[in-house]
């Protein structure tokens, strides 16, 4: 495998390869140009700047690598799973095709059911806050009968109703508005679309390209371990990224159906955003779970506690089935450690934080445990030499305490 390596590290001997284009000069070796330490730092900077300059007056450029590396990573399980058949160059068109069958699929036939249940919604959202009332004035008339409440049921509701009514109309408009915004942007929305499937597949073909020039930065004695790291932060994020596709398909199927059972209103709707809000960690599945609840509450309160039940249902099998066992040790961090990660990310970043939050810990979890197996730390040289006598470990040896 060194030797592999080896191959394609810029220290090999220059001036090898295809000859100067017809009409050019020929020339055995590049002149060198020399330059500081500090213009090399200040090129760098400068080159830094330009990136973030151009990040800034075209977001578009990072939603489309971002958009393409995810792609990638996504597509790079199945495509390694196909490779074991047929040959790579056959498989990545395989996986291609198969995915843009799943979208055409979904525009042709979850896209317009999702467009006309949530028209729908917006339309009856007063009628649904007037049932939402009735059912919570007969359950605060039982509190108030049992001495649990001294107010009126007339009164709390008096109190939130007009708040409540007004939110959810305009949360309902802006959704539907965000529909017809996202088709009447379809032009533009196509464009990204197709950066993110020309970045991937160009990733996906020239991925051992992309790693040579990765090793190309790393000094000869560390490519073994370099190359490692490469494979293990591709495989991490692929895990995660496949992992996380399969749960949230698999809680909206679920939550869809068992509305549907249930005959609670706008189930394909409520599934959607089911497998929307799955994408938070631990949060989201209480997020999900709200709207259903509900809706099912309109319909009778035996159907609230059922869809209540069938939720906690849905999240006891993500939690403890579908996550460890799909996702595998991907993120391998404790859940604690996600929940504040998540809970920090959304007050520092909202929405972007929150999605970004679980495959960054994965790659600072890749990077931890590949650095804390490597770092040593170096002992001061008069502690060696007094310690020499007394077989005390060497100076670069890892201390017990690791």
């Known amino acids: 495998m060194r030797d592999s390596i080896k191959k394609v590290h810029p220290s090999a001997k220059r001036g090898g390869g295809e000859?100067?284009?017809?009409?050019?000069?020929?020339?055995?070796?590049?002149?060198?140009?020399?330059?500081?330490?500090?213009?090399?730092?200040?090129?760098?900077?400068?080159?830094?700047?330009?990136?973030?300059?151009?990040?800034?007056?075209?977001?578009?450029?990072?939603?489309?690598?971002?958009?393409?590396?995810?792609?990638?990573?996504?597509?790079?399980?199945?495509?390694?799973?196909?490779?074991?058949?047929i040959p790579r160059w056959l498989a990545i068109p395989v996986a291609f095709l198969l995915l843009l069958a799943l979208v055409a699929l979904a525009f042709l036939i979850l896209i317009p059911a999702l467009a006309s249940q949530l028209a729908a919604l917006a339309s009856t959202v007063p009628t649904l806050v007037s049932s939402l009332e009735?059912?919570?004035?007969?359950?605060?008339?039982?509190?108030?009968?049992?001495?649990?409440?001294?107010?009126?049921?007339?009164?709390?509701?008096?109190?939130?109703?007009?708040?409540?009514?007004?939110?959810?109309?305009?949360?309902?408009?802006?959704?539907?508005?965000?529909?017809?915004?996202?088709?009447?942007?379809?032009?533009?929305?196509?464009?990204?679309?197709?950066?993110?499937?020309?970045?991937?597949?160009?990733?996906?073909?020239d991925a051992d390209r992309f790693r040579r020039?990765?090793?190309?930065?790393?000094?000869?004695?560390?490519?073994?371990?370099?190359?490692?790291?490469?494979?293990?932060?591709?495989?991490?994020?692929?895990?995660?990224?496949?992992?996380?596709?399969i749960i949230l398909a698999v809680q909206g199927a679920l939550s869809t159906v068992a509305l549907w059972i249930l005959d609670v209103p706008f189930p394909l709707l409520l599934g959607a955003w089911v497998s929307l809000t799955a994408i938070i960690p631990y949060l989201g599945a209480f997020l999900g779970a709200i709207p259903a609840i509900a809706l099912a509450l309109t319909v009778s309160p035996t159907t609230a506690v059922l869809a209540a039940l069938l939720f906690l249902a849905i999240q006891q099998l993500e939690g403890n089935i579908l996550t460890p066992y799909i996702q595998g040790h991907s993120v391998r961090v404790h859940p604690i450690v996600v929940l504040l990660a998540v809970l920090f990310a959304a007050e520092t970043a909202g929405i972007v934080g929150v999605v970004f939050a679980v495959p960054t810990l994965a790659v600072l979890r890749v990077l931890f445990d590949f650095f804390s197996e490597r770092l040593r730390v170096r002992r001061a040289p008069e502690s060696a030499e007094a310690g020499a006598g007394k077989g005390e470990p060497e100076p670069w040896r890892l201390h017990e305490g690791h």
């Not at 001294?150 to 508005?177: C, F, H, K, T």
């Not at 790393?218 to 895990?239: F, I, K, M, N, T």
């Open 19 to 85: 000859g100067p284009p017809f009409g050019a000069p020929a020339m055995s070796t590049p002149t060198p140009i020399p330059i500081s330490a500090r213009t090399r730092i200040v090129l760098t900077a400068a080159v830094l700047v330009a990136l973030v300059l151009v990040l800034w007056i075209a977001p578009s450029v990072a939603t489309v690598a971002l958009g393409g590396v995810a792609l990638a990573l996504l597509l790079s399980f199945p495509v390694r799973l196909m490779s074991r058949y």
């Open 134 to 205: 009735e059912s919570f004035r007969n359950l605060l008339g039982l509190l108030r009968e049992r001495g649990l409440l001294q107010d009126r049921p007339e009164v709390l509701i008096s109190n939130v109703s007009g708040v409540a009514l007004e939110r959810l109309q305009g949360l309902a408009q802006g959704l539907l508005g965000g529909v017809f915004g996202i088709i009447s942007g379809a032009a533009n929305a196509a464009v990204q679309l197709f950066g993110i499937a020309f970045v991937s597949i160009y990733l996906l073909v």
């Open 213 to 245: 020039f990765f090793l190309s930065l790393v000094p000869v004695g560390y490519l073994e371990d370099a190359d490692l790291l490469w494979w293990q932060l591709g495989s991490s994020l692929s895990r995660y990224l496949g992992g996380l596709s």
